[in-house]
């Protein structure tokens, strides 16, 4: 049975919200509507012409795409011109074409992560701060029988999470009364007659951007017609994400070493190397950030990055960035390709974990403009 598109996208964004995305990045909903059914996603880099065709040729209700399509106003539309022509062919074929840029690259266990998972860093952190969030705790007060469904149902809408654990919550137990009044249709106990109940008393904390989930699932999960809660801003722990990331390798190396590697995990058959005025420095701490990132080597050098991996360095940049001292390779933009392969491998786990019937593919056409000779 195919499912909404929309319950699709709901999924998708508690993973890669929309509001993680940099100021002015057109995220989100392109072409089409996600008020339909869906049966076969395709996940892509780019939305060119030659995507198009292949999605029309696998029966594709759905794409999700790295790099919007309408990244700047269109104009026209001119179905002479293959590229505004395909927007036409899209709509025609109710495809429906949703982006998610720089927030898939934000996130975390997102695109700049499994750079550093596929080159062996020891991620420390990101490059550059992009968000902060604060943190609310709830307190939702029911019988102590309930309390294991309640937490497991906050648990999933992401309450618990903290640094690299899930699911965490404190539970005490006390002694609850109340009484139901007129018109009331009490779980436990009747009208006009006081009762004292043995209750649990759950607390968890969670981002403040998922309050409403979270609230949701406690209304859904709570017995109570009535739930007993408290809900508050607390001023720790504050949340922070980053573009790009800083990582480790297990030993220095030297660049031309560090260059091959690059070139071998991300199968280039090459790629530009910025060699610093010191041709004997080591490699040891990377920075990396996928796209075009050059403006942020300044943030490479002042977290002691050894070299910076980024695509689509400028000439200028380049000779800024040898003055400094800072080594730095340009594999290409197209090396967030990866992006593909890996959000498809979440789409089947999220298949699995909701029972949807739907099939997942990677596009197999490569929108990569650029060939070594």
Not at 151 to 173: I, M, P
Not at 358 to 373: A, G, I, M, R
Request: a negative charge; charged letters at 25%.
């Amino acid at each position: 049975m195919a499912i909404k598109a929309q319950e699709f996208i709901k999924k998708f964004e508690s993973y890669c919200p929309q509001w993680l995305a940099e100021d002015g990045d057109p995220v989100g909903l392109h072409i089409g509507t996600l008020d339909k059914p869906i049966e076969r996603v395709m996940m892509t880099l780019d939305v060119r012409p030659e995507v198009v065709a292949e999605a029309i040729e696998k029966k594709i209700d759905l794409l999700i795409a790295k790099h919007p399509p309408i990244f700047r106003p269109v104009k026209r539309l001119i179905t002479d011109s293959p590229q505004e022509k395909m927007y036409a062919d899209l709509l025609k074929h109710d495809i429906a074409v949703y982006a998610a840029h720089t927030n898939m690259d934000i996130i975390e266990d997102g695109l700049n992560d499994w750079f550093c998972e596929k080159l062996g860093l020891d991620v420390t952190g990101y490059l550059v701060k992009t968000h902060e969030q604060g943190y609310k705790k709830l307190i939702s007060y029911l019988p102590v029988d309930d309390a294991p469904s309640l937490r497991a149902a906050l648990a999933k809408a992401g309450a618990g999470e903290q640094g690299a654990y899930d699911s965490t919550s404190f539970t005490s137990v006390g002694q609850g009364r109340f009484r139901p009044k007129a018109g009331a249709n009490p779980t436990i106990g009747e009208v006009g007659r006081p009762e004292q109940v043995q209750e649990a008393k759950v607390e968890v904390i969670f981002p403040e951007s998922i309050e409403k989930n979270v609230l949701e699932a406690m209304f859904a999960a709570h017995p109570y017609e009535e739930p007993a809660f408290d809900l508050f801003s607390i001023d720790a722990p504050v949340k922070t994400w980053g573009l790009g990331r800083i990582g480790e390798l297990p030993m220095e190396q030297s660049l031309d070493d560090f260059a091959e590697q690059v070139k071998e995990v991300f199968q280039l058959d090459g790629l530009r190397v910025v060699r610093p005025t010191n041709p004997q420095k080591m490699i040891k701490r990377v920075a990396i950030c996928g796209g075009s990132g050059e403006k942020f080597y300044p943030a490479a050098l002042a977290q002691g990055a050894d070299v910076y991996i980024t695509g689509d360095i400028y000439f200028h940049t380049a000779q800024d960035m040898q003055s400094a001292g800072l080594a730095a390779i340009d594999p290409g933009h197209y090396i967030e390709s990866l992006c593909k392969e890996k959000f498809v491998e979440k789409f089947e786990s999220w298949k699995k974990e909701e029972n949807w019937q739907v099939d997942f593919f990677v596009s197999e056409t490569s929108t990569n403009p650029f060939e070594f000779k």
